[in-house]
């Protein structure tokens, strides 16, 4: 799930700059310095003795490429060999931007949290928009596998929304709708009791983008 056709290891980093309320990260998200830290070497050094069946790793968040040293972090995972996926929110487009440009990234899965006008609600945040779009046009046009996907979370997002979404990526590659899943510790509470649309709402919804992507999934 986490690197399409590979077996993986997946790193997560800590601290974001969205407060999306039904994330289920909370710790990762808020309290990053309560969870245990783990040094790029003692990574590296568990990765080599896997090297054998681990040939991809996914970076993922919290946000990735708000950490410091996520760069050279990178160029010791391609230097082993490992194929790398980066996994964000596309608020940080000059880092999305570098790592393109050298070349250090194998797949990148970019979360669309919502329409424009919808963003700072999903968020939680007053969202930088100019940003995401760049990020979306940097994916975009780059030669890397890439995705963009979009928690469909009831009662915020309506079909109508994600026809706005489809506008705004119209003509990328691949779209995945993440199935809603209330599980782990969520950044508010209130969104463990809301239940998942049906499997048929979804399937209506990728239905109707059909038109704007190459390719549109459903991931449970
Ligand atoms: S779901 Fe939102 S708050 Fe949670 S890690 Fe992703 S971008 Fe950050």
Redesign the pocket.
């Given at each position: 799930m986490d690197f399409p056709s590979e077996v993986c290891t997946t790193v997560f980093y800590g601290g974001?700059?969205?407060?999306?309320p039904?994330?289920?990260?909370a710790d990762?998200?808020l309290r990053p310095f309560t969870l245990p830290e783990i040094s790029p070497d003692e990574v590296l050094n568990l990765l080599s003795r896997r090297r054998s069946w681990v040939q991809a790793v996914c970076i993922t968040?919290?946000?990735p490429t708000l950490a410091p040293g996520l760069e050279e972090f990178i160029l010791s995972l391609k230097s082993c060999g490992f194929k790398v996926k980066l996994d964000t929110?596309g608020t940080q487009p000059e880092v999305l931007a570098r790592l393109l440009a050298g070349g250090l990234l194998d797949y990148v899965a970019m979360?669309v949290?919502a329409p424009p006008e919808k963003y700072n609600l999903l968020?939680?945040t007053r969202a930088d928009l100019e940003a995401v779009r760049e990020s979306i046009a940097l994916i975009k046009n780059s030669r890397v596998a890439y995705e963009f996907r979009t928690?469909v979370v009831p009662g915020l997002l309506l079909e109508e929304d994600f026809l706005a979404i489809g506008r705004l990526l119209r003509g990328a590659r691949r779209y995945v709708l993440q199935q809603y899943r209330p599980a782990g510790t969520l950044?508010d509470g209130n969104f463990r009791d809301i239940l998942p649309y049906p499997g048929a709402t979804l399937n209506n919804i990728a239905q109707k983008l059909q038109p704007f992507f190459a390719n549109v999934e459903i991931r449970i």
């Amino acid at each position: 799930m986490d690197f399409p056709s590979e077996v993986c290891t997946t790193v997560f980093y800590g601290g974001c700059n969205f407060r999306c309320p039904w994330c289920h990260n909370a710790d990762l998200v808020l309290r990053p310095f309560t969870l245990p830290e783990i040094s790029p070497d003692e990574v590296l050094n568990l990765l080599s003795r896997r090297r054998s069946w681990v040939q991809a790793v996914c970076i993922t968040g919290g946000e990735p490429t708000l950490a410091p040293g996520l760069e050279e972090f990178i160029l010791s995972l391609k230097s082993c060999g490992f194929k790398v996926k980066l996994d964000t929110n596309g608020t940080q487009p000059e880092v999305l931007a570098r790592l393109l440009a050298g070349g250090l990234l194998d797949y990148v899965a970019m979360d669309v949290k919502a329409p424009p006008e919808k963003y700072n609600l999903l968020t939680g945040t007053r969202a930088d928009l100019e940003a995401v779009r760049e990020s979306i046009a940097l994916i975009k046009n780059s030669r890397v596998a890439y995705e963009f996907r979009t928690t469909v979370v009831p009662g915020l997002l309506l079909e109508e929304d994600f026809l706005a979404i489809g506008r705004l990526l119209r003509g990328a590659r691949r779209y995945v709708l993440q199935q809603y899943r209330p599980a782990g510790t969520l950044l508010d509470g209130n969104f463990r009791d809301i239940l998942p649309y049906p499997g048929a709402t979804l399937n209506n919804i990728a239905q109707k983008l059909q038109p704007f992507f190459a390719n549109v999934e459903i991931r449970i």
